[in-house]
């Protein structure tokens, strides 16, 4: 089946089932429509002056980007073929955080200064028909996000959230010892991406003077990233260089091959975009999942304290309606003639009828108040305080979905009023099960 159909179904499916639901839990399902609504993305990252633009210049055969030694791009730089009739032109920032045929609405939160660090350029390549490439302002040691003057982090978590692949670029002068660089690898990528949409690339190696000295910092950027991902196996690194800049050596020569896979593996990139955006979704639709049991939980103690309390109220009520008018006369002597002394001589009216289902209504309300007010929000403490006995953590996985869910989870029983007991969460956790096990599985068989 056409990729591009199969997204545009996605789309329809999550914006019709499941937007609904997350909205209803309360949690954000934003990247995943984002993801839905474009082209794929390759985001180039890293060290600054590694030789980002310089690779992205000879990837799309044409010099759109600026390069140079010493920092020199500090914007975030979307490169995009034209539309149709379209020529090549630049969209500032601004436009593209209007724009919502674009995914990246969410990132008017970063401000102004960021908006004008943030721009698209569209020029006439076929390569970029069905793709985007991020360029990146280089990853800086002694920079802070108030001389950027927007949160840099935040910008490439985001757009590492949304890209399909992520090339991280180091070069043989700084192997990995930058801050920035570090900060990247150690939280926010393994937060916002997954292990296998990234590539580690040292670029510039012809600038190495002969073998040895690229074996040091090849074995260099190996022992720094070992300590960045906290990981024994060091995943694999591709060598590169730039033809135009370098001069031919004995070293290059069978680095020319690698060189090639690291350009084929880039123009690859489109065709992991649906399996990716399932992938999204299975991880979101399982949070979903685990928030939704939760909360189908605590609604059933709600609904088992709620029939007992019925039962109570009921039984009062009952009391309350033959009885209650007794108490009130030998008070205040008044009705003249209760309701059961007017049942025991067969005298009874309507008007017998009037206090004592006043008195019957009172005893509902008032044990509905004790409800809502005293053991309702009882429970609400109570499982927001045990709320992991809420679901069954039956394995590694729920286990480690959990930690990240229980925090939500307990916003939500904080904030929790009665009508929780017919929101029917029970209803809506079929619906999210019957997604996973069955419309899901339809879409991986999909595109295998
Ligand atoms: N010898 C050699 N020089 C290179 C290579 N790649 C890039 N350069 C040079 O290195 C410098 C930095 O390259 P850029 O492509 O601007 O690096 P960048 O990562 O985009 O830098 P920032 O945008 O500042 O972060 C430029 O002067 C390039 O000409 C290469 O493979 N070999
Ligand atoms: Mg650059």
Redesign the pocket.
């Known amino acids: 089946m056409d990729e591009k159909v199969l997204q545009a179904e996605l789309q329809t499916k999550v914006k019709k089932s499941l937007s609904p639901l997350f909205l209803k839990y309360h949690l954000d399902s934003s990247n995943l429509e984002a993801m839905l609504k474009w082209k794929p993305i390759v985001l180039v990252i890293?060290?600054?002056?590694?030789?980002?633009?310089?690779?992205i210049n000879e990837l799309l055969g044409q010099d759109i980007?600026?390069?140079?030694?010493?920092?020199?791009?500090d914007s975030f730089t979307i490169i995009t073929a034209c539309g149709v009739g379209e020529g090549a032109k630049k969209i500032p920032g601004s436009t593209l955080v209007n724009d919502d045929t674009l995914p990246f609405g969410s990132f008017k939160k970063f401000g102004e200064r960021f908006m004008s660090h943030f721009l698209m350029k569209k020029m006439e390549t076929p390569i970029l028909e069905n793709m985007a490439i991020i360029?990146s302002?280089?990853m800086l040691d002694s920079v802070t996000e108030k001389d950027r003057g927007y949160d840099y982090m935040a910008v490439l978590g985001d757009l590492a959230n949304l890209a399909d692949l992520i090339v991280l670029?180091f070069d043989p002068h700084k192997a990995g010892t930058i801050k920035e660089t570090y900060t990247a690898i150690r939280s926010t990528l393994p937060e916002k991406s997954g292990e296998d949409r990234i590539i580690f690339v040292m670029?510039?190696?012809?600038?190495c003077d002969n073998l040895s000295d690229l074996v040091r910092s090849y074995g260099a950027l190996c022992w720094n990233m070992s300590q960045m991902t906290g990981r024994k196996d060091i995943p694999h690194i591709y060598l590169?260089?730039?033809p135009g800049?370098?001069e031919s050596s004995d070293i290059l020569a069978p680095l020319a091959q690698e060189r090639d896979q690291l350009m084929t593996k880039i123009k690859s990139a489109p065709g992991f975009r649906v399996n990716h955006i399932l992938e999204d979704i299975d991880k979101q639709v399982n949070e979903l999942q685990l928030v939704c049991e939760a909360m189908t939980r605590f609604s059933h103690r709600g609904w088992q304290l709620f029939a007992k309390t019925s039962k109570i109220a009921f039984l009062c009520s009952v009391l309350v309606f033959f009885f209650g008018d007794m108490l009130i006369q030998s008070a205040i002597s008044y009705p003249g003639e209760t309701l059961f002394a007017a049942l025991k001589e067969g005298t009874q009216n309507a008007d017998h009828f009037i206090l004592p289902a006043c008195l019957m209504a009172l005893t509902i309300s008032l044990a509905w108040f004790i409800f809502s007010r005293f053991v309702f929000s009882g429970l609400r403490k109570k499982c927001a305080a045990l709320s992991q006995d809420l679901v069954v953590l039956d394995s590694e996985y729920k286990k480690n979905l959990w930690t990240k869910m229980q925090e939500k989870v307990q916003g939500l029983l904080a904030k929790a009023t009665t009508r929780e007991l017919w929101a029917g969460h029970s209803r809506n956790l079929s619906k999210i099960q019957m997604f996973l096990t069955s419309d899901l599985q339809h879409y991986y068989d999909k595109i295998r």
């Open positions: 890293g060290n600054y002056s590694s030789g980002k633009s310089t690779l980007q600026r390069t140079g030694q010493a920092p020199t791009d360029d302002p280089g670029m670029s510039r190696v012809d600038e590169t260089y730039a800049e370098a």
